[in-house]
């Protein structure tokens, strides 16, 4: 079963535009993750937020997360049309031994 | 190597035909993942190897499904007689230590028919 719920599941925008992709989850998290797969191939690694942080920044990426409403958000800025992928929010419960429970992604259309 | 390699990249394989994925996690990992992503899906945790030791297989789907990784570094997930409904891509993923992010292999996307 997949935990994570993203919203949108599609969303198209411009480049030069930013792009902000949610992702609610049930229960209690050690941190959680974000990845985005191109289509056809696996998933890469964006950045992880851990249970006791609100906000993380990675270049262009903006992530939040608000546990007491167990969800988090992921802002891409200045959108390229090479950010078109899907993006994933995955949860993990504890650090190492739990697997990652997935979303089931927004697929992201950046228009040149 | 310097990422997760999985192989074949491509299976296609007749209804109740045996097949068996490979995946080679970076090297010194630790933690090895299993899981299948079906079309317009997020993936799903099909089985967890520490090392040799699979500490978590509750995602496997039925008993023709199984996994091994023998000596701790390269793992073989294999189906026996496939089904349609097997049809997936299979990821591979592994991290050195949990907590900080994984390392995804491409996958092998699998198609019965």
């Known amino acids: 079963s997949q935990q994570g719920e993203e919203d949108p599941q599609a969303l198209s925008i411009q480049e030069g535009e930013n792009a902000t992709m949610n992702c609610s989850y049930k229960?209690?998290?050690?941190?959680l993750q974000w990845y985005r797969q191109n289509s056809g191939r696996g998933l890469v690694h964006l950045i992880l937020?851990?249970?006791?942080?609100r906000e993380k920044h990675s270049g262009r990426l903006r992530v939040t997360l608000d546990t007491s409403k167990k969800s988090s958000s992921l802002l891409i800025t200045a959108s390229r049309a090479a950010d078109t992928a899907s993006y994933f929010c995955?949860?993990?419960?504890?650090?190492?031994?739990?697997?990652?429970?997935f979303g089931k992604g927004t697929r992201l259309s950046v228009i040149a | 190597g310097a990422g997760v390699s999985q192989s074949p990249r491509y299976k296609v394989a007749k209804r109740g035909q045996d097949v068996a994925l490979r995946c080679d996690p970076i090297?010194?990992?630790?933690?090895l993942f299993w899981y299948q992503q079906a079309l317009g899906q997020g993936p799903e945790f099909l089985t967890y190897?520490?090392?040799?030791?699979?500490?978590?297989k509750s995602g496997l789907p039925s008993d023709r499904f199984f996994a091994e990784r023998p000596e701790g570094s390269v793992s073989t997930l294999k189906i026996q007689r496939t089904q349609q409904e097997d049809s997936a891509v299979y990821l591979c993923?592994?991290?050195?230590?949990?907590?900080?992010?994984?390392?995804f292999g491409s996958g092998t996307r699998l198609t019965v028919v």
């Open positions: 995955a949860t993990e419960l504890n650090s190492g031994n739990t697997p990652l429970v």
């Open positions: 993923a592994s991290s050195l230590t949990g907590g900080a992010g994984y390392t």
């Open positions: 090297s010194g990992h630790v933690s």
């Open positions: 937020i851990r249970s006791n942080e």
């Open positions: 190897f520490q090392n040799e030791a699979q500490l978590d």
């Open positions: 229960t209690s998290i050690n941190n």
